[in-house]
């Protein structure tokens, strides 16, 4: 009997010690990172302008679904509750409809509420061999559409409508982009925060995940664990994607949320709205502010959206929309992210934060989707040797001892800059 019992509390015991090794590994792995970084030139030195100061920018979130969707039941004041206390001045919503939704509930209307601008949009398949678009702007009711692609580009230019490809590298086959061709649309989901939860389904952290989900959602901290399911950071197949697209697309990379309320538990969301809008923003450069009229904001909000001028932020939003990124050459004046310029000498990426913050700051340069160079310091100056696409991400990290870094957490995922020569 003794030994039976003896038996059993060293079982348990060896069981308890794999789970903490398990949570050990869920917490500690993804934080540890070895980066051999150079450290910031010095501007001064190199006769480079100071950083610039961020322009004017909206913040907010798409891929946001509704009651008027068959498979949420959030309200839109719920929406901009949460938007609100997020800090957000827009949210463009992906509802898909139903053959029974009553169609008064389809009507554009694009509102403002509370101070924050509210877009109507609308997800629609477009077949399992093409995909699926998020589309707003457009003054017609679409449940699925049956014709070519082409033909909905005919479509979107008439109606000077705007469309994002969603779900570009969805773990669901039947929602990933298929087509090379992209014609009249102006946005591609880099990020889609749903996708990101599915395929971690599958991953051996996948018990983890859901444990810090649960533990975090009570003391306020779930947009924590809901960025932590980006454990790659931005190496993933997602990125790659977009990279490849620049032979032949120009499409404005963007983050999503795919954010399905699914019931309501004594009167509360579940899963609420406001942890996922704290997550993933969008941050489109425009050229002022958004007018006052919500149709003409939501013209200006598709305008900035087309330029490229646009840099996707995970978590920290207030700071984020400090961020500056220029492509600058002395006494040649500066052009903003997004933009194609012609080669010459002495160009630069100028990348920092206008009023902070300076410090525990990591920049990458990549350029045609091959890294080039992790720099670290308050602000980045990097000169460029040759043609190419170059794009900079941002990274926030807690200590460093040497290259070795821990709590290493991508932030800001901005789009690329064309340099290309003047005969191209």
């Known amino acids: 009997m003794a030994k039976l019992l003896f038996r059993r509390w060293t079982i348990r015991r060896l069981l308890l010690a794999l789970v903490v090794l398990y949570l050990a590994g869920g917490y500690v792995l993804p934080r540890v990172h070895w ?219 963007l983050g999503a949320l795919d954010a399905h309320p699914k019931t309501r538990v004594a009167g509360r969301l579940v899963p609420d709205y406001g942890p996922f809008f704290k997550s993933i923003v969008n941050h489109i450069e425009l050229a002022s502010p958004l007018p006052r009229d919500a149709g003409v904001a939501m013209n200006a909000l598709a305008a900035g959206l087309e330029a490229g001028g646009a840099f996707i932020s995970f978590g920290n939003t207030q700071l984020a929309r400090n961020f500056s990124l220029q492509l600058v050459a002395p006494g040649r004046g500066a052009v903003g992210m997004g933009r194609a310029v012609a080669w010459e000498r002495r160009q630069y990426l100028r990348a920092g934060f206008w009023g902070g913050p300076r410090d525990r700051l990591i920049y990458r340069v990549v350029r045609d989707g091959e890294h080039r160079a992790w720099v670290s310091g308050a602000e980045l100056a990097w000169p460029l040797d040759e043609p190419g696409v170059y794009r900079v991400e941002v990274y926030r990290y807690t200590v460093r001892v040497g290259p070795l870094t821990w709590n290493l957490r991508p932030w800001i995922f901005a789009n690329p800059n064309w340099v290309v020569r003047r005969d191209e």
């Open 35 to 253: 980066i051999p970084a150079d450290p910031a030139i010095e501007t001064d030195v190199l006769g480079v302008p100071p950083l610039a100061p961020a322009g004017v920018r909206a913040a907010g979130v798409l891929g946001v679904h509704t009651q008027r969707s068959h498979d949420a039941v959030g309200s839109e004041s719920e929406v901009v509750r949460a938007a609100r206390d997020a800090g957000l001045d827009f949210v463009i919503l992906s509802d898909h409809r139903s053959a029974d939704s009553p169609q008064e509930l389809w009507r554009v209307q694009t509102r403002y509420e509370d101070g924050v601008l509210l877009v109507r949009g609308q997800e629609i398949s477009l077949g399992r061999d093409v995909g699926r678009v998020l589309v707003f702007g457009i003054d017609t009711v679409v449940t699925r559409w049956e014709s070519s692609l082409d033909e909905l580009g005919r479509l979107l230019e008439a109606h000077a409508a705007t469309a994002v490809v969603a779900h570009s590298r969805s773990p669901r086959t039947r929602d990933s982009w298929r087509p090379r061709e992209t014609p009249e649309i102006a946005g591609w989901e880099v990020f889609d925060l749903a996708d990101v939860g599915r395929a971690r389904l599958k991953d051996p952290w996948v018990v983890y995940h859901l444990l810090a989900l649960a533990a975090s959602a009570p003391i306020g901290r779930m947009h924590e664990s809901l960025l932590r399911l980006h454990r790659d950071g931005f190496d993933q197949a997602a990125v790659a994607a977009f990279d490849s697209l620049y032979p032949w697309n120009r499409s404005t990379a």
